[in-house]
T-cell receptor, first 113, second 113 residues
Framework: DGGITQSPKYLFRKEGQNVTLSCEQNLNHDAMYWYRQDPGQGLRLIYYSQIVNDFQKGDIAEGYSVSREKKESFPLTVTSAQKNPTAFYLC????????????FGPGTRLLVL | AQSVTQLGSHVSVSEGALVLLRCNYSSSVPPYLFWYVQYPNQGLQLLLKYTTGATLVKGINGFEAEFKKSETSFHLTKPSAHMSDAAEYFCAVGSEWDYKLSFGAGTTVTVRA
């Protein structure tokens, strides 16, 4: 089955700790995205990548980092600099055409201990 | 810059009644418009999208939306609500020249028996 997988489903972070969220897609999509979702605020873009080895900051990149070494993978690291990391994190991917749809993974919920 | 406003953060309807979710957009270029649905603790699923052509767009699960350029609107409707329609709905705007989408804050739909 083609799709997007995110792991883990739940992640707990201790103060001062960096954690990495995994996102993998087998849709052969060029573009990948990370969003943060908080209640009542919709989805906010953290980072996106249009092609391997390239990525751009979104609207709320501070305290986050990404890499795009492989087409199918776009991991997100939540660093200790992100002071309010508790949220639902969604990964998405999109084909290269301009009318292509963004498809979403099932999400990872990050909680702070 | 593009943006979306969803009118009403919560909508409650009776089973069998009309579902109407309002979305207004702002865009300096011809918009691409999307409606997504999200069930609790899951990712987003595409309901329908408008890019070009016919302004009345039909989607999955009996939903449809009409693009009205003069009103800068893309309201989502379903003639008869079902209990399974209880979810959160997001409107989003993009364009041919932008890999990114801008999402509204979401509307939560409750269906009363």
């Amino acid at each position: 089955d083609g799709g997007i997988t995110q792991s883990p489903k739940y992640l707990f972070r201790k103060e001062g700790q960096n954690v990495t969220l995994s996102c993998e897609q087998n849709l052969n999509h060029d573009a990948m995205y990370w969003y943060r979702q908080d209640p009542g605020q919709g989805l906010r873009l953290i980072y996106y990548s249009q092609i391997v080895n390239d990525f751009q900051k979104g609207d709320i990149a501070e305290g986050y980092s990404v890499s795009r070494e492989k087409k199918e993978s776009f991991p997100l690291t939540v660093t200790s600099a992100q002071k309010n990391p508790t949220a639902f994190y969604l990964c998405a991917s999109k084909g290269s055409g301009s009318v292509e749809t963004q498809y979403f993974g099932p999400g990872t919920r990050l909680l702070v201990l | 810059a593009q943006s979306v406003t969803q009118l009403g953060s919560h909508v409650s309807v009776s089973e069998g009644a009309l579902v109407l979710l309002r979305c207004n957009y702002s865009s300096s270029v011809p918009p691409y418009l999307f409606w997504y649905v999200q069930y609790p603790n899951q990712g987003l699923q595409l309901l329908l999208k408008y890019t070009t052509g016919a302004t009345l767009v039909k989607g999955i699960n009996g939903f449809e939306a009409e693009f009205k350029k003069s009103e800068t609107s893309f309201h989502l409707t379903k003639p008869s609500a079902h209990m399974s329609d209880a979810a959160e709905y997001f409107c989003a705007v993009g364009s041919e020249w932008d890999y990114k989408l801008s999402f509204g804050a979401g509307t939560t739909v409750t269906v009363r028996a």
